[in-house]
């Protein structure tokens, strides 16, 4: 089962501006994670969200929470052509091993 | 840091063979997992386990076995391969409980024609 949807599934932007992902989810969380792929690789983790904060920072990257209506935004600042990759959400459940991925946001940084 | 190592990048397969995927982590992490990845479809969770000889079905088990023989490794066995299993899987790793971050191999892209 797909629990996170990315909106949209591509985005493409000049270097410099702001790249925002949402994600939207459908049952209770714990937590909400980011993850990046580069073309053909494995995942990184970028960040995780717990159900009870708002909005974490880390470096360049802003990402908010608002389990009201079950979304998650990612705003990547001053994008780089470095910052091209896919970019996932992830949900883990309260007590639950699984983390469930959406389908992913395709960023494409123009030089 | 955190090190995922699957055995192989790249895969062909014929249809029918017995496939194995291997994925070794060297952080004593408890819980181990086998992602497949198709365009489109993000990530579909095909096994996990959370202990030594320990095994759970995820979304997506069907065609697919497990062995977990000791803990930093995790195998992905595919009976009989079929060209739908044609994919990216993808193994991870994580310690304890609480769905926290997980670690990802490279990757391996298996072809099955």
Redesign the interface.
């Known amino acids: 089962s797909q629990q996170g949807e990315e909106d949209p599934q591509a985005l493409s932007i000049q270097e410099g501006e702001n790249a925002t992902m949402n994600c939207s989810y459908k049952t209770s969380i714990n937590n909400l994670q980011w993850y990046r792929q580069n073309s053909g690789r494995g995942l990184v983790h970028l960040i995780l969200i717990r159900s009870n904060e708002r909005e974490k920072h880390s470096g360049r990257l802003r990402v908010t929470l608002d389990t009201s209506k079950k979304s998650s935004s990612l705003l990547i600042t001053a994008s780089r052509a470095a910052d091209t990759a896919s970019y996932f959400c992830a949900t883990g459940s309260t007590g639950g091993f699984k983390t469930i991925f959406g389908a992913g946001t395709r960023l494409f940084v123009k030089a | 840091d955190v090190k ?1 190592t699957q055995s192989s990048r790249y895969l062909v397969k014929r249809t029918g063979e017995k496939v194995f995927l291997e994925c070794v982590q060297d952080m004593d992490h408890e ?1 181990m ?1 086998w ?1 497949r990845q198709d365009p ?6 095909i096994y ?1 386990s ?1 202990d030594v000889k320990m095994k ?1 079905k ?2 997506i088990p069907e065609g697919y076995s497990v062995s977990r023989e000791k803990k930093e490794r995790f195998s992905l066995i595919l009976e009989s391969a079929s060209t739908n299993q044609t994919s ?1 899987y ?1 193994c ?1 790793s ?1 310690r304890g ?11 391996t ?1 298996l072809s099955v024609l």
């Open positions: 995922v819980n997992f992602y489109g479809l993000g990530l579909r969770l996990f959370y759970e995820g979304d990216m993808l991870a994580r409980q609480g769905n926290e971050k997980l670690f990802f191999g490279s990757g892209q």
